[in-house]
Structures are given as C-alpha cells and as structure tokens.
C-alpha cells in the first residue's frame, strides 16, 4: 500500500506503511495530517488508516525509537566513500574539460572553458543525481546515493542547490566538505543547505 500525506500545504510521498509509521514515532509527520491511498473515496486522518500505529500509544518493537538509535545511522555514506566517490567524477569532468580543450583550439580554449565547465560540472550533477539513478558514476561505482531527508530522491531544483552550495564548502577552507566526517547523519555543508541526504544503496 502506497500513502500519499498532505502537510503544510505540500503532498509528500508515497510512502508505505512502514515508513509513515516510522515517520510518526520521529514526529516527522502527525496522527492528524491528512492521507490518501488508492481505493479511498477522499482524504482522512493518517489515525484513521488500517495499520497506522497511534503516536501516542506504546510503539511497536519495529519502530522503537531507542532501538534505531541504538543501531546508528548504519546507513549513511562516510567520508571516505563520499572522497573516493568525488574522486571519480573529478576525473571524469577533468577529462571532458581536456577535449574540450582540444577541440576548441588554444583561444577557444582560454575563453570557453571555464564557463563550460562551470556548465558540465552543473548538468553532471544535477542531471545524474535528479535521475533514477540518484548518483553520478562515481556514487554508483560506491554503491551511493543522494536523497532527501525522507530517503526520496531529489529533483533537479534541489539537485542544483546542493551543487552549488558546494561553492560555500569549499570556500570555507573545504570545512563545508570535512564536516561530512563528523555529523550525526554524515551530511556536508551543501547536503544541510539542500536538505540532503547521502546514504549507501
């Protein structure tokens, strides 16, 4: 069964049971928002769904609070495999800038190229990381993906922001990047400024 919730005037996701479930222990979403799913005539409570746990009520072991705490955000993509990633696509835009290069001669070369890149390194990004995919090859060769807080994927307006507020992480002494190492939830600067998440597959 797939759940469709109206909160603050926005729809968001479908979500199955488990994770609406979830996402009212966390507080994320309430008893009360309105919900949808197919074979309904209209919109209702989430409290009035079939199998939707009462928030306030003793929860389920499933969905524990103390127990996902203890098990840690295990899902989340590290630093390392974030770097090795980022790795990866530095090479692959490094080399297209190279043809590039070529291709448009030494004066071309000197007054395209920066704006090109700037455009490349933008389509690549937001382009491959809106996709079904939700990675560039580099995450895919990782086996990582981006997504929103919610773990849904991302559009292309929120794939742009993140990339260039990487612009404000690197500018910052590249402190916008290291703080993927040390956040609860392994999120660098431009993933909290998007609303991001990067998490293993």
Known sequence: MQILVQKGGQQLGPYTLEQVNEYLVQGSLQATDSAWHEGLAGWIPLNQIAGVVDAGSPVPPAFNPNAAANSGPSNYAGFFLRFVAALIDGFIIFGVNIILGFALGPIGAVLLVQPLSVLIGWLYFGLMESSKLQG??????????????????????????????????????????????????????????????????
């Open 136 to 201: 560039t090859i580099g995450k895919r060769a990782l086996g990582i993906k981006v997504t929103d807080l919610h773990g849904q994927p991302i559009g292309f307006g929120r794939a742009t922001g993140r990339h260039f507020a990487k612009f404000i992480s690197a500018f910052i002494c590249l402190i916008g990047y290291i703080m993927a190492a040390f956040t609860q939830r392994k999120q660098a600067l431009h993933d909290q400024i998007a609303g991001c998440l990067v998490v293993r597959k």
